[in-house]
């Protein structure tokens, strides 16, 4: 079940869009310093990113802009827990690679280096970053950065900041770990915008970092009307000479389009409501469409289809691409976690984890109605969950399309109680 374009006047594909931005990093490679400015909707643009990376083999972050610093630790986070692809070595991961540098600088195996930061006092350990230092510009960014990464990859979230001075330490910091990558494999950045009009000064701080470390691909997703009003408001300077050379319009699906399409699937005007209102509120893609036909024609049955490795059902997938999509959840939730919480003799493992927030999702579908067996073993799961502190959240499979604005409505929620209610960790 596949959208037919040509019948729809839905937009087909991202082929000419994958293009510009192949272009794009064509003139990084000639250190011309690029930022891409995807315009429409967060979920259409997040899509060409990810197909993009994908395309280039690289790794990609996308962050939420609040300042240059926090996007670095977004980006520096990607790049830690890398080794969890099945693609990227264990040995490869940011870590390994920031201690490479330092081993191949002090003539020593990174084995040997490794063993003796652990186990060595924090005297000689101060003696061999001062002899360190004056071989290599980056030794004071990648130190820092390599204390603050977690000794072990893992799904813990990192709860201190990257104590850094001011945004030219900042700026150091990227440029430090883009010269660990080749150029074709440099990771790259996709920023989104908070529900707050922050777009010029994002987009100055892009520009600023793109012109400092033009190898690094970053992109910035806007609305419309956002980029309407940089064009209009804003004074002449590099910031908007580079939105006008980087500008791909990724365009939203018309709602008339849509309706037609559906229809022909036999959906009622009670059925079209939510998914014409998620497209204008939220945007979709082709796939997401597909994805919320085949849900709403399979509610009441068991979800077989398949989504893609990482997800256990289509519902879990579709409400994924949605979370990662709003700048009050991007980055937030890990898919088909799991837990240091024996259960059944295994550790648990959930629908999405908030680690932070200790928040889980679970999703109900058609498997656990199927017996009384199933109802107890989910009501012992949150019982086991509420005792660790977590506040569980359940919705139905097949809501996730009829009630999502409702769901992603219910986890805001969550999120800003358990924000003003978890302390925040002191800083060391």
Request: proline share 5%; hydrophobic share 45%; glycine share 4%.
């Amino acid at each position: 079940m596949t959208f037919d374009p040509q019948s729809t006047a839905i937009p087909a594909g991202n082929a000419s869009r994958i293009t510009r931005l192949t272009l794009h990093q064509s003139q990084r490679c000639q250190a011309i310093p690029t930022l891409s400015v995807l315009q429409g909707k967060a979920i259409a643009a997040r899509q060409l990113w990810t197909q993009w990376s994908k395309q280039t083999d690289r790794l990609t972050g996308v962050g939420v802009y609040t300042s240059i610093a926090t996007l670095l630790e977004t980006w520096l986070t990607t790049m830690a827990l890398q080794c969890r692809s099945s693609t990227i070595a264990q040995h490869d991961d940011l870590r390994s690679r920031i201690l490479q540098n330092f081993a191949t600088l002090a003539h020593r195996p990174e084995a040997e280096l490794t063993a003796f930061l652990a186990s060595t006092s924090d005297y000689q350990r101060q003696l061999f970053w001062q002899q360190l230092a004056p071989l290599s510009e980056d030794a004071d960014q990648l130190r820092a950065i390599l204390t603050w990464l977690p000794a072990f990859p893992s799904s813990e979230p990192q709860t201190k900041s990257l104590a850094l001075a001011d945004s030219s330490t900042v700026l150091a910091s990227f440029a430090a770990v883009a010269r660990l990558f080749p150029q074709s494999v440099v990771p790259g950045l996709l920023v989104l915008l908070p529900e707050d009009d922050r777009a010029a000064v994002a987009l100055t701080a892009l520009a600023q970092l793109v012109e400092a470390v033009p190898q690094i691909p970053v992109a910035l997703a806007l609305t419309i009307a956002q980029v309407q009003y940089l064009l209009n408001e804003l004074p002449e300077s590099r910031a908007k000479a580079m939105l006008r050379g980087g500008l791909i319009d990724v365009p939203s699906f018309e709602p008339g389009n849509i309706r037609q399409w559906l229809s022909t699937h036999g959906l009622d005007d009670e059925q079209l409501q939510p998914l014409l209102h998620l497209a204008e509120t939220h945007g979709t893609t082709p796939e997401a469409l597909d994805t919320a036909l085949t849900l709403l024609n399979q509610a009441h049955q068991p979800d077989t289809a398949e989504a893609a490795e990482v997800y256990r059902s289509q519902a879990e997938w579709f409400l994924f691409q949605y979370l990662e999509a709003k700048p009050t959840t991007v980055g937030r939730f890990q898919v088909n976690a799991r837990l240091d919480i024996d259960f059944g003799g295994r550790p648990m493992e959930v629908d999405f984890l908030d680690a932070a927030a200790k928040i889980v999702i679970e999703l109900d579908g058609h498997y656990h109605f199927q017996s009384l067996d199933n109802y107890r073993r989910d009501r012992r799961k949150d019982r086991l969950l509420q005792q660790q502190g977590f506040l569980v959240l359940r919705f139905l499979s097949e809501d996730v399309v009829r009630d999502l604005e409702g769901i992603l409505d219910a986890v805001d929620q969550a999120l800003a109680t358990r924000s003003s209610s978890i302390p925040q960790p002191s800083e060391a």
